[in-house]
Structures are given as structure tokens and as C-alpha cells.
């Protein structure tokens, strides 16, 4: 009988084979929870996206605004018998969809420059990779 080999020893180094395992799941698993929070409608999504105003003055399509807000707005405008405000679940601004993420990359690397004398995006990054490398290699002469 061949005793299996416990992942979890302290001390131990990690078989080769294990760390792939555990650095193709150190990078797919929060992928996987950042697709399953923006794309899976009742994990979490604490704010409404506007998509149509109804009779609330102060709304707007596109807007974003948290649910107990939109709820209260939607159960005012029908008290008083007015076009209700509609909506979906979405994010926070802060936390975007990975298409979204994906899309504004593309788009920030294939747009060119607003003013002749500007950098396009990888210029400007190679830039500031640079300018840090640099302060460091001084930092590290100086001591």
C-alpha cells in the first residue's frame, strides 16, 4: 500500500508536481470568484443600475445607486400612483466585470496618443519602469 503524501506539511518542501498544482490554483480561484461575484446575480450585488427613471426626478439612466435607496424611490413613485423606476443588479464601479476589464485594456493599448507629442500606453509604462529601475540601482549604489 503506497501512503499518499499530505500537501499541507510545515517544513516540508512541496513536490514538484504540487506546485503547479498550487500556483495554477493561486491564480485561477480568485479568477474564478471575481467571475462568480460579477457575472452571478444573487451572489453580491449591492447597487442598481439605472436603465429607466420612471417619475424619480433625481434619477437618471446609467446611474448607480444602492438597493434600499431604489427601493425606497420605486415604492414612493408608486404611492403616488407614477411611473416606477427600473433597474438591474449590478457592482460597484469599483469592482467591474472581467469583460469589461479586458475590453478597457485593449482599448487603452490600441488608442493613440490625444496630442501629437503624447506617449501611447506601453511607451509610457516602459517609461515609469525605467524611472523606477533607476531609483533603485542609485538607491543601491548610495547604500
Known amino acids: 500500500m503506497q501512503r499518499r503524501r499530505k500537501w499541507f506539511q510545515v517544513g516540508r518542501p512541496l513536490s514538484p508536481k504540487t506546485s503547479v498544482v498550487f500556483g495554477v490554483l ?6 474564478l470568484a471575481w467571475c462568480v461575484v460579477s457575472y452571478v446575480p444573487f451572489v453580491w450585488h449591492p447597487q442598481i443600475l439605472i436603465t429607466e427613471a420612471g417619475s424619480v426626478d433625481y434619477l437618471q439612466p446609467g446611474m ?6 431604489f427601493v425606497q424611490a420605486a415604492a414612493e413613485a408608486k404611492d403616488q400612483q407614477k411611473a416606477e423606476p427600473e433597474g438591474v443588479p449590478t457592482n460597484p464601479i469599483y469592482l467591474p466585470a472581467p469583460h469589461e476589464v479586458i475590453t478597457a485594456f485593449y482599448t487603452a493599448f490600441t488608442t493613440p496618443p490625444q ?13 515609469s ?13 548610495i547604500g
Open 26 to 31: 493561486s491564480f485561477v480561484l480568485p479568477v
Open 64 to 69: 448607480r445607486m444602492d438597493k434600499a435607496a
Open 115 to 127: 496630442s501629437r507629442d503624447g506617449q501611447w500606453l506601453h511607451e509610457s509604462l516602459w517609461h
Open 129 to 141: 519602469i525605467q524611472i523606477i529601475f533607476w531609483g533603485f540601482f542609485i538607491s543601491s549604489l
